[in-house]
């Protein structure tokens, strides 16, 4: 189970079922561009992440300047990206500020790591105003605090915090400013274990992964009124950072996420609004540990976007339609050695994917891919 404790784990964030109709085809017409922030670095985990798209096809992510610092971004549908940071961002290596999540009227959010390596939420308004926000609990030792995951239509932002003992906890934000703090059941209470939502729908459901006193993750689904469902794939382990993870929710609730088998090979899951959870894995998966394929999000039309680690540990972009059926994608600039490649992080409700490749100098480059 992987644990976004920090920017840099946010790149590489970021998840034994018969497998049933996913059939593995050759990517058709698509088109996908690639774009750089202005100001972004040309070195070693430096450059341009998208990490999140509207159906406007306006973009929201990260750019890692020279030296390494980060910086949030909105890319509009016409190509122009406008640059901002928060006024407590860091500046120094891996700190600075990131734009994770943009809804449909342009609002962003994300979080800011701080001169101590502290995060703090943030919400960016459409005239560029940045709000910032840290949860009642936060720790704020480095690699503690608050980190703000998606936000819908309404305004809402799920996201988690770390106490100062760096246990994980969940929270939802209004739109008021109001943050209501929850634990899933059977969240673990020590270092690296608890409860973190990745993504909130417009109904206000939340979907996300809790580790347990093992540290074994189990997905959860928060309803807009507080209650929570878990849920285990059927083949998940359970051993250390072994288990089921959710990573987004649709209208329907339909939920992606991903499980990790006894062997910590990923394997990509669909759960129905039923309970009912369909694996898939590509064609081109790895099946070693820490290889495999992994669902990030999915659209209301129930269109997965994700991606898979091969044998040699290069990631390659994936769509998986409702019907099951699994389209490869590599953005252009995409590297072919372990770690490089392309990797999906948001997709809208016309198919529209946004993500980062990573070329074979380790440098990123934001993508937008259109069916």
Known sequence: MPLSKSLQALLDLTLIILICGAVATTAPASTITTFEAPGSGTGVNQGTIGFGINSSLEITGAYFDSSTVAHGFVRASNGTITAFNASGAGRGINQGTAGISINTAGVVAGYYIDS???HHGLQRAVNGTIT????TGSGTSINQGTTAASINDTGAITGYYIDAIGVHHGFVRAASGAITKFNAPGAGSAFGQGTLPYFINASGEIAGVYLDSRTVGHGFVRAANGTITTFNATGAGTGVDEGTAGAAINTSGAVTGYYADSGSVDHGIVRATSGTITAFNAAGAGRGAGQGTHGEVI????????????AGGVHHGLARSASGAITAFNAPAAGSGKGQGTTAHAINAAGDIAGHTRDLGNVYHGFLRTP
């Open 116 to 118: 101590r390596g502290v």
């Open 132 to 135: 910032a926000f840290t949860a």
């Open 299 to 310: 659209n209301d039309s129930g269109t997965v976007a994700g991606y898979y680690i091969d």
